[in-house]
C-alpha cells in the first residue's frame, strides 16, 4: 500500500515490509523513523488485527497518518473498526457505518481498489 520509496533511503523500510509480512511487528516499527507514517500506521493496524491488543495504538497511528492521506486512513480506521466488530470488542455505535464508509471510499482509490 505504501510507496517505499518515499522514505527507504537505507532500506529500512523494504526490512520492515518484510518483518512485518513475517509477524515481526514490533520488530518492524522498531526500524522505521518517525514520519513513515503510512507504513507504521498499516502494521499497527495488522497487529491489532492478529494479536487483538493495541487498538488504541492503531487508532493513534491511523489519526496521525489522517492528515497526509486520508483515504488511506480512512481504509485503516476501518480495518481497526471491521476488527472491533467481527470480534466482539467493544464495538462503538459508529463503527458500521463509519467501516463500510472507509471501505467503500477505498475503492475508489487504485492503490486500494484490489
Not at 2 to 25: F, P, Q
Not at 94 to 104: C, S
Request: charged share 25%; aromatic share 8%; hydrophobic share 45%.
Amino acid at each position: 500500500m505504501t510507496n517505499e520509496a518515499t522514505y527507504d533511503v537505507d532500506g529500512k523500510s523494504t526490512v520492515a515490509r518484510t518483518l512485518h509480512r513475517s509477524g515481526r511487528w514490533d520488530e518492524a516499527l522498531a526500524l522505521l523513523p518517525a514520519d513513515a507514517l503510512a507504513q507504521r500506521a498499516e502494521i499497527l493496524v495488522d497487529l491489532y488485527w492478529w494479536r487483538l491488543d493495541g487498538a488504541a495504538a492503531a487508532e493513534e497511528g491511523v489519526g496521525a497518518l489522517a492528515p497526509s492521506d486520508p483515504v488511506l486512513a480512512g481504509y485503516l480506521d476501518a480495518q481497526v473498526r471491521y476488527t472491533r466488530l467481527l470480534f466482539g470488542l467493544d464495538p462503538l455505535p459508529e463503527d458500521l457505518p463509519r467501516a463500510r464508509e472507509g471501505f467503500t471510499v477505498a475503492t475508489a482509490d487504485a492503490r486500494l481498489a484490489g
